[in-house]
């Protein structure tokens, strides 16, 4: 089973893709008789519980539920689960998430077609062996058909969204080199920054402090440190200049500037932290205009 494991995580599937309002069921209002006439009635569209609804498209709620259960069930025996609440919390923001990536892909174009989703029907069922093993699966995932497929789509369009995110961040940009001098304590600190500002040099009092690498940070590009006062600094000092003290969680770094350059090769980690940031950003941004509806109690 890990073969459909694998195929939805490829997907991004941790949430469903909801009916339009033209997907739903509707029933026709029949009038009771009446002696004086009476206009035609209208049909009036079933109501899908919902648990939120993202610029005007549902998520079910009976999807939110059962994406609640799989993720329980993602944990292993004896770790502890996150609270009820948490819980429901991480999976409603999830389901949102995708949802806004989902309409983003329509919204640029990008279809999935009815043949790319038995497409990938058959190449989970290939890969199980049987129809049998495939519903056996979903039943044990708390899918049904319906479900499957639908979370299948969306799983696919927010994927393609989120490639399109990845993209837009370039093989080489700027970046800094530098080094530091690092310590625990303030005084220390305060004790190199004197050393440097009578002569001794930075190179010789980074090895002193740091004899593993000699404070080398390597390159950098902007928002990849995890420290922002530190990458700040890097970017604003000229080469060659070291900093003030800079004091963050774990203790207090004096940096150097090394080199800057306004091209350079990231590496694939940096490339990586950057696509992750591009995406946070972008899910920030999106939200922040969407308009969002959170309708369960």
């Given at each position: 089973m890990a073969g459909v494991a694998m195929i939805l995580a490829g997907c991004g599937l941790s949430a469903s893709e909801t009916p339009t309002p033209q997907d739903l069921p509707t029933a026709a209002i029949i009038p009771i008789e009446s002696p004086t006439p009476s206009a035609s009635p209208t049909p009036t569209?079933?109501?899908?519980?919902?648990?939120?609804?993202?610029?005007?498209?549902?998520?079910p709620l009976s999807y939110f539920e059962h994406e609640v259960q799989r993720y329980?069930?993602?944990?292993?025996?004896?770790?502890?689960?996150?609270?009820?609440?948490?819980?429901?919390?991480?999976?409603?923001d999830t389901l949102i998430e995708q949802q806004l990536l989902?309409?983003?892909?329509?919204?640029?174009?990008?279809?999935?077609?009815?043949?790319?989703?038995e497409e990938k029907i058959a190449?989970?069922?290939?890969?199980?062996?049987?129809?049998?093993?495939?519903?056996?699966?979903?039943?044990?995932?708390?899918?049904?058909?319906?479900?499957?497929?639908?979370?299948?789509?969306?799983?696919?369009?927010?994927?393609?969204?989120?490639?399109?995110?990845?993209?837009?961040?370039?093989?080489?940009?700027?970046?800094?080199?530098?080094r530091q001098i690092f310590t625990r304590t303030a005084a220390e600190a305060?004790?190199?920054?004197?050393?440097?500002?009578?002569g001794v040099s930075f190179d010789e009092l980074a090895?002193?402090?740091?004899?593993?690498?000699?404070?080398e940070l390597g390159w950098f590009p902007r928002g990849y440190l995890l420290f922002p006062a530190i990458?700040?600094?890097?970017?604003?000092?000229?080469?060659?200049?070291?900093?003030?003290?800079?004091?963050?969680?774990?203790?207090?770094?004096?940096?150097?500037?090394?080199?800057?350059?306004?091209?350079y090769p990231l590496t694939t980690d940096a490339k990586l932290g950057l696509q992750a940031k591009a995406l946070a950003d972008w899910l920030q941004a999106k939200r922040a205009d969407a308009q969002i509806e959170i309708t369960m109690p």
């Open positions: 569209p079933l109501m899908v519980p919902a648990a939120a609804i993202v610029n005007g498209e549902v998520i329980k069930a993602s944990f292993s025996e004896g770790e502890t689960l996150p609270s009820d609440a948490e819980i429901s919390e991480h999976v409603l989902s309409q983003a892909a329509r919204a640029s174009g990008y279809t999935f077609t009815d043949q790319m989703l190449e989970l069922l290939a890969e199980l062996g049987s129809g049998s093993a495939l519903t056996s699966w979903m039943q044990a995932n708390f899918y049904d058909d319906a479900e499957f497929r639908m979370a299948l789509r969306l799983g696919s369009e927010a994927a393609w969204q989120r490639d399109q995110i990845a993209a837009s961040i370039p093989d080489a940009v700027e970046q800094v080199r530098a305060q004790y190199a920054l004197n050393s440097l500002n009578s090895w002193r402090y740091s004899p593993d690498t000699g404070g990458e700040e600094a890097a970017f604003s000092l000229p080469v060659g200049v070291h900093s003030e003290i800079i004091q963050t969680d774990i203790g207090y770094h004096i940096i150097e500037v090394m080199d800057h350059v306004d091209s």
